[in-house]
């Protein structure tokens, strides 16, 4: 299977080509808009500042290119906050692909957000066979609304979405790449999509 890991600068890429190698595939990384769209699944990283992200995808063209593909696309932490409309994090417009807004949790809650949470309300074969309220490792500061793609809920402060999917698309806010047996169910759940 070719699956391809988006390449834009923006993304912890080592511990998702682990976790692929474990499942006896090998994710290759690129920024080549030929070998994306060529993928059988692609993989869309985040780790950082979302509106320096959304300059690095921009330069390379790919901010056009990702809302297009028709194959399952699995965006990871800001790489799934990157697909939903806006993110107050540098006043950034996002891809559009998520018909949510990114915003950050108070002031009166310790951020980052990090560790982990158990996930619940799952839906969607992307969770197929994983329980509910399994624990997911998580880092962020800056979280997904509530909406009709929402697929799994989560709580820091006050719900929202700890998954999200629209047709061929699907956005997780937690690492399944370090989230032990769970995480590694709901990488494989995607390669069986």
Not at 29 to 37: A, C, F, R, T, W
Not at 90 to 114: E, I, Q, R, W, Y
């Amino acid at each position: 299977m070719n699956v391809i890991i988006i390449d834009y600068g923006a993304g912890n890429i080592q511990s998702i080509q682990f976790a692929f190698q474990r499942l006896g595939v090998h994710a290759k990384l690129s920024n080549s808009v030929e070998e994306i769209q060529r993928a059988d699944k692609v993989i869309f990283p985040g780790v950082g500042e979302a509106s320096q992200a959304m300059e690095m995808l921009k330069k390379s063209k790919l901010d056009l290119l990702i809302p297009t593909l028709k194959q399952e696309v699995l965006g990871i932490c800001l790489g799934m906050q990157l697909l939903c409309n806006y993110s107050e994090e540098g006043d950034t417009k996002g891809l559009g692909v998520f018909d949510v807004n990114v915003k950050h949790f108070s002031n009166a809650v310790k951020v980052p957000h990090m560790g982990w949470n158990t996930i619940q309300n799952l839906q969607s074969d992307l969770l197929k066979t994983i329980p509910e309220n399994s624990y997911m490792y998580s880092v962020h500061s800056y979280y997904a609304d509530l909406g009709p793609q929402t697929i799994a809920r989560s709580v820091y402060e006050h719900e929202f979405s700890a998954a999200l999917q629209s047709d061929n698309f699907y956005g997780v806010q937690f690492h399944p790449e370090k989230s032990s047996k769970d995480g590694t169910q709901l990488l494989q759940n995607f390669l069986n999509l």
